[in-house]
């Protein structure tokens, strides 16, 4: 058996073609990223971190009560059906060296594709699991903090580092797909976000090149 879905697959294929063909994903948000005045205190980048390292904390938690909840199936299965390895998200190739602006923008990409994520999974799990507040809460408090952040991020991008475009790539709808193929890209998902978080937070830990 093969564990990457042909939707994703060909998701993949039309990315790297896009990527190849050197042209600029359009930035799908409602509103431009500067379109907003922000105003951002000295102190943005250390609340940006601490943000970080906050969703770091609980995203191996939220990973576990996601799983608890989605039946025997995926309890039992969950290495193989909930494989990281599978599913798409942006990367995050930036390390302690890179500049920050560098980090900022890889930031608010795997944060983007984080926030329109969580919003299939949530909208998913009020159909599946309507009951269930110890998931539900959770991921309403992710998305929040996700939000936030992406002010934060927002708010260095435009004032400090003129960026006021950046290209992120979304990942697929779950509209219309069947309760196991919901469950398991947001299981998928949420298992890779465990792994890429828990990057970042590593990145953003005080280092050197505080420029
Ligand atoms: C999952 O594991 C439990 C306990 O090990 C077992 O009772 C159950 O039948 C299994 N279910 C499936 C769908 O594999
Ligand atoms: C760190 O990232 C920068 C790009 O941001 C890259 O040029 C450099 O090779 C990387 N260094 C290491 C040790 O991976
Ligand atoms: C977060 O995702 C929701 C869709 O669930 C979208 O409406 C909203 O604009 C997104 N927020 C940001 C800051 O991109
Ligand atoms: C679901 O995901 C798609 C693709 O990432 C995104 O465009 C859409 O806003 C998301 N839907 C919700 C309700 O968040
Ligand atoms: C959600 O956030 C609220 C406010 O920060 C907190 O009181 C609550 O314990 C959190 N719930 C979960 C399940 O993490
Ligand atoms: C979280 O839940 C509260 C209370 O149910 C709701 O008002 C709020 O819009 C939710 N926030 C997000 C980001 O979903
Ligand atoms: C910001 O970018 C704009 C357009 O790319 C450019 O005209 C302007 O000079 C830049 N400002 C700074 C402070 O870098
Ligand atoms: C991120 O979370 C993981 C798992 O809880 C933990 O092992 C790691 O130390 C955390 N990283 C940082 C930089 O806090
Ligand atoms: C320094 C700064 O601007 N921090 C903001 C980061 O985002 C949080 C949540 O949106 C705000 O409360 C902070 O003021």
């Not at 948000?29 to 000295?42: A, D, F, M, R, V």
């Not at 920050?100 to 599946?128: C, H, M, P, W």
Request: aromatic share 8%; net charge positive.
């Amino acid at each position: 058996m093969k564990f990457i879905p042909t939707g994703v697959a060909s998701l993949l294929l039309v990315m790297h073609f896009r990527l190849v063909a050197g042209k600029a994903l359009p930035v799908d948000s409602p509103s431009p990223l500067c379109e907003k005045k922000y105003t951002c205190s000295n102190r943005v980048f250390e609340q940006i971190r601490k943000q970080v390292i906050l969703l770091n904390g609980t995203a191996q938690e939220l990973f576990n009560i996601y799983v608890k909840w989605q039946g025997d199936t995926f309890r039992n299965h969950t290495d193989k059906l909930c494989n990281p390895d599978t599913i798409f998200f942006p990367a995050f190739h930036v390390n302690q060296t890179s500049e920050k602006k560098e980090i900022v923008v890889a930031l608010y990409k795997i944060f983007a594709f984080l926030n329109a994520s969580l919003g299939n999974i949530t909208r998913d799990q009020e159909e599946l699991n309507p009951k269930v507040t110890e998931l539900l809460e959770r991921l309403n408090n992710t998305t929040k903090t996700t939000r936030g952040l992406m002010v934060n991020l927002s708010c260095l991008l435009c004032t400090r580092y003129n960026v006021s475009q950046v290209d992120v790539i979304y990942g697929e709808s779950t509209k219309g797909k069947n309760h196991f193929k919901k469950k398991q890209q947001g299981c998928q998902v949420l298992a890779k976000y465990v792994q890429v978080i828990a990057k970042a937070a590593q990145v953003l830990l005080p280092h050197v090149n505080d420029v």
